[in-house]
């Protein structure tokens, strides 16, 4: 498609959105220009911090960007929501207009297409969200806490032996935990291979699109291309997404079947479902819902990613270690590791963990719902379809003065004991919220109570004593990434 063909679907969709909008105002956003929207005026980096700022400018509920993203050829409207207001009353209170979810081409070519939080708002969805649920729900988790617990101790272990590996023990600690819950499945100690796998699959799914990739998204035919066509470059990328997702869903998978029929496997989501779904005859069918399920399970890696923002988040926050290692000595003492029984007790402990979910948020514009109706808020026309509804809460300043700062007393009353604000911003609203967040908190709730406990953590010396300066560097995915230029110790 040449440029003016590209600019004529654009104009036709914008009047298009302006017609059945029957001249209700769309919510506001920066200056749009004829055709191309405000295309010109959106970052390449970054676009939550615009976004949280064009939302000050504007002192709005939601504010309207037409543009041209990385996902698709033509226009793509976006509402970004601005306040938890306004999103508890369209994801809740309109739960069942705003569950479906944008559906892409490139998705179903990287072989990610299956995943329970990428698929439309459908039976299948219904059947895998009804597995996590079963699994992960509020009074299920507990269960898993032995595991947590367990893990937890193996981390302080190896955090003890190799202080600067951090990075790595970290990720093993959530993959292990991830993997033994669904699967039964542990890590060989030399063995990163699947962890690897697992997230270079998840880095290519969240990596920013290519140029060549936008087509094929609003032409589903472009797909055919062969791979040396100009432009259908992308197809060896998808192939190789492909390639690991498979991978990382067969391993496992395999592992448990075998062991079951060898009659040696351990308890685990995996095997509970499988001899669920013989009792009630799911058959293949039944079968393919909890694999797919469960690779999403372990592709928690946002879990993962978070669990090494802690680290980071306390290496720069000395008082804050010195807060919370004081209470952990009150309550714990020195003679044991910390429990969840002692959770209730630790009030600073859980609000350093809330607030490194808010600060610096690995996924900053959650993941997009598509409204299935249009409907007015508050007076402004949101159209169905292809809109991104997304969110950029947790650096709102109004919600959170002074966003950048690390402040874990966000979370607390002036007495001390922990506040209402669970940080659901950073698990969603509404029937597509996240389903891992209880496994999560407890995961990374036992992980910094026993690091905090048992280690102080501070930047590494050069060898004539000065500090090598901490630098934190972010990939702009829709899933961050840390990079790490970091240097930084873990003394016991
Ligand atoms: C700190 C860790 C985590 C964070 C911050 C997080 C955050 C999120 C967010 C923001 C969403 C989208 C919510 C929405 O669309 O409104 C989501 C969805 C989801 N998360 Fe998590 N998540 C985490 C860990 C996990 C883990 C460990 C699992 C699995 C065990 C998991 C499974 C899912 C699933 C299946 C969905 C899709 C739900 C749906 O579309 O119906 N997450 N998560």
Redesign the pocket.
């Known amino acids: 498609m040449n440029c003016l063909g590209l600019l004529a679907v654009v104009a036709v969709g914008q009047l298009m959105i302006t017609t059945r909008s029957h001249r209700i105002p769309v919510p506001p956003g920066p200056y749009r220009l004829p055709i191309i929207g405000n295309i010109l005026s959106v970052p390449k980096h970054a676009v939550w911090k615009t976004y949280a700022e064009w939302a000050q400018m504007e002192n709005s509920t939601s504010l309207l960007i037409l543009h041209i993203t990385h996902n698709k050829f033509f226009g793509q409207l976006s509402v970004v929501i601005n306040t938890k207001k306004a999103l508890k009353e369209l994801?809740e209170g309109r739960s069942s207009v705003y569950?479906d979810?944008p559906q892409f081409m490139t998705h179903k070519l990287m072989g990610w297409d299956f995943?329970?939080?990428?698929?439309p708002y459908s039976d299948e969805?219904r059947i895998?969200?009804k597995i996590?649920h079963q699994t992960?729900h509020s009074r299920a988790s507990p269960v898993h806490h032995p595991v947590q617990l367990e893990k937890a101790g193996l981390l302080m272990k190896s955090l003890y032996d190799e202080p600067h590996e951090f990075a790595r023990h970290m990720r093993r600690y959530?993959a292990s935990i991830?993997l033994l819950?669904?699967y039964g499945y542990e890590i060989e100690p030399n063995d990163d291979h699947l962890i690897r796998v697992s997230e270079e699959a998840l880095f290519i799914l969240s990596h920013p699109l290519t140029a060549g990739e936008l087509p094929v998204n609003a032409i589903p035919a472009l797909r055919h291309l062969p791979q040396w066509f100009p432009g259908a470059g992308f197809k060896i990328r998808a192939k190789r997404c492909m390639e690991l997702v498979t991978e990382k869903q067969n391993t496992p998978w395999e592992y448990v079947k075998h062991n079951m029929a060898k009659g040696t496997a351990r308890h685990s989501v995996a095997s509970s479902q499988l001899e669920l779904n013989e009792l009630r005859a799911g058959g293949m069918q039944g079968e393919n819902n909890i694999k797919h399920?469960l690779a999403?399970?372990?592709?928690?890696k946002?879990?993962l990613l978070?669990a090494a923002h802690r680290v980071l988040a306390l290496v720069l926050h000395l008082v804050v270690q010195q807060r919370a290692r004081l209470e952990l000595d009150n309550v714990v003492g020195r003679g044991r590791l910390p429990t969840f029984e002692d959770r209730p007790l630790l009030p600073y402990v859980t609000a350093v963990c809330r607030e490194t979910?808010r600060w610096q948020?690995?996924?900053p514009l959650?993941?997009?719902?598509s409204p299935t109706r249009d409907g007015v808020y508050a007076g402004m026309f949101i159209p169905k379809g292809d809109v991104l509804v997304m969110w950029a809460l947790s650096i709102n300043s109004v919600q959170y003065p002074d966003p950048e700062s690390f402040k874990p007393e966000r979370f607390l009353t002036a007495e001390g004991i922990l506040n209402k604000n669970e940080v659901q911003i950073?698990?969603?609203?509404?029937?597509?919220?996240?389903?891992?967040?209880h496994?999560?908190?407890a995961?990374?709730w036992i992980m910094m109570a026993s690091l905090l406990a048992n280690f102080e953590i501070s930047k590494v010396k050069h060898e004539h004593g000065n500090e090598i300066p901490v630098e934190i560097a972010y990939t702009d995915s829709i899933v961050r990434f840390i990079m790490y230029t970091t240097h930084s110790g873990i003394h016991g």
């Open positions: 994801y569950a979810r995943a329970t939080p990428l698929m969805w895998q969200r996590f992960l959530a991830a819950i669904a399920a999403v399970f372990f592709a928690g946002p879990n978070r979910l948020v690995a996924l959650s993941l997009a719902h950073a698990s969603g609203l509404g029937r597509r919220n996240c389903v891992g967040m496994m999560a908190n995961t990374i």
